[in-house]
T-cell receptor, first 110, second 115 residues
């Protein structure tokens, strides 16, 4: 069964304390892996697309990496405004839909 | 602002009732997706329409139905509502049938509360 699992469920960091979020996946025929950010009461907002193992993408304090089984979202020197839920999703060759993980709730304290 | 408009933003209704949620996609986007988000389930894919035709279906209940109209707006109809249907319902749009970039543009959601 196609599955996406994110860990940890929740993460509290001090401002400036770097860390990583994990997304592991089991799908047949990965079309791409996608990261989204969701603020409370809002819809998810697209961050990155990764297509193949070894690929990396960066945006400000965020860096996403991909292996054959998992993806990491590295957050370097986070700020309070980085607090949000980060969602990972996969697209498959056999389907048009995206399957989302349950997300990691990140709280960055000043 | 993603350009995707959903109405209503909030809806409170009783069990057994029927509601309709509406979505206007970004200008030019042909694909519309519906997702359900509840606290214990995360974002669950319900259904996708592309240019008026149903193209992908998730675990959508038989009590739920959707359609996409010629002007590309979409409606999600939820009937015989149960307490467990309380959730945030998101609409998303994309220009193509299978967005290879993975970039879906989400609306702000419709929060449904069933009492």
């Amino acid at each position: 069964e196609d599955q996406v699992t994110q860990s940890p469920e929740a993460l509290r960091l001090q401002e400036g304390e770097s860390s990583s979020l994990n997304c592991s996946y089991t799908v047949s025929g990965l079309r791409g892996l996608f990261w989204y950010r969701q603020d409370p009461g809002k819809g998810p907002e697209f961050l990155f697309t990764l297509y193949s193992a070894g690929e990396e993408k960066e945006k400000e304090r965020l860096k996403a990496t991909l292996t054959k089984k998992e993806s990491f979202l590295h957050i370097t020197a986070p700020k309070p405004e980085d607090s949000a839920t980060y969602l990972c999703a996969v697209g498959m060759d056999s389907s048009y839909k995206l399957i989302f993980g349950s997300g990691t709730r990140l709280l960055v304290r000043p | 602002d993603s350009g995707v408009t959903q109405t209503p933003k909030h809806l409170i209704t009783a069990t057994g009732q029927r509601v309709t949620l509406r979505c206007s996609p970004r200008s030019g986007d042909l694909s519309v997706y519906w997702y359900q988000q509840s606290l214990d389930q995360g974002l669950q894919f319900l259904i996708q329409y592309y240019n008026g035709e149903e193209r992908a279906k998730g675990n959508i209940l038989e009590r739920f139905s959707a359609q996409q109209f010629p002007d590309l707006h979409s409606e999600l109809n939820l009937s015989s509502l149960e307490l467990g249907d309380s959730a945030l319902y998101f609409c998303a749009s994309s220009p193509s049938l299978a967005p290879n970039t993975g970039e879906l543009f989400f609306g702000e959601g419709s929060r449904l509360t069933v009492l």
